[in-house]
């Protein structure tokens, strides 16, 4: 079965810094991954997937994501926060069987600071 | 553009009391999804659907019902409300072509408490 793992439920970043949230899966096929993030009192967006083809993923809002076979990850990266960015950002796999059906993460809560 | 919509937006209901979330899509998708989202769980699938007339139970469907009379409608039933079906209620609908590559589209949730 599909799972996945995201490391750290909170992370802390200045504005301006590097951010780095970790996702790792677990798959028995090869993996779609997916990257959302949800804003308060508000439904999930797609930041970027992972399908095939070229394992560096750009998204919206400056954000990518590097899939790594070898490792299992799909950590997703920005190079400078800000202060918008604050959110809480999921992680998850498509599972297989019927329906296309995606396994979540727990969750990260990106706090920015200033 | 209205994409998922889902109604009502928050809901206060006793235990016992029985409810139905409403979730309508306006993209001709034919898989829609209800989730449940949980402090520090992630979100749970609670039913699913991949056609109107076909419903399937996810990880969660104790205590829901389902059904998928049209395209664009997949309401969530709650029988006998209880403390532990407190929670935030997400629809989200795909399309059905291109495999699992394709990303789901969310409605901004229901928010229900149960007392």
């Known amino acids: 079965a599909q799972s996945v793992t995201q490391l750290g439920s909170h992370v802390s970043v200045s504005e301006g810094a590097l951010v780095l949230l970790r996702c790792n899966y677990s798959?028995?096929?090869?993996?779609?991954l997916f990257w959302y993030v949800q804003y308060p009192n508000q439904g999930l967006q797609l930041l970027l997937k992972?399908?095939?083809?070229?394992?560096l993923v750009k998204g919206i809002n400056g954000f990518e994501a590097e899939f790594k076979k070898s490792e299992t990850s799909f950590h997703l990266t920005k190079p400078s926060a800000h202060m918008s960015d604050a959110a809480e950002y999921f992680c998850?796999?498509?599972?297989?069987?019927?329906?296309?059906?995606?396994?979540f993460g727990t969750g990260t809560q990106l706090k920015v600071e200033l | 553009n209205a994409g998922v919509t889902q109604t009502p937006k928050f809901r206060i209901l006793k235990i016992g009391q029985s409810m139905t979330l409403q979730c309508t899509q306006d993209m001709n998708h034919n898989y829609m999804y209800w989730y449940r989202q949980d402090p520090g769980m992630g979100l749970k699938l609670i039913y699913y659907s991949v056609g109107a007339g076909i419903t399937d139970k996810g990880e969660v469907p104790n205590g829901y019902n389902v059904s998928r009379s049209t395209t664009e409608d997949f309401p969530l039933r709650l029988e006998l409300a209880a403390p532990s079906q407190t929670s935030v209620y997400f629809c989200?609908?795909?399309?059905?072509?291109?495999?699992?590559?394709?990303?789901?589209?969310f409605g901004d949730g229901t928010r229900l408490s149960i007392l």
């Open positions: 992972y399908t095939t083809g070229a394992t």
């Open positions: 989200a609908s795909r399309v059905q072509t291109g495999g699992g590559n394709q990303p789901q589209h």
């Open positions: 798959s028995s096929v090869p993996p779609y």
């Open positions: 998850a796999v498509t599972s297989t069987g019927g329906g296309n059906k995606l396994t």
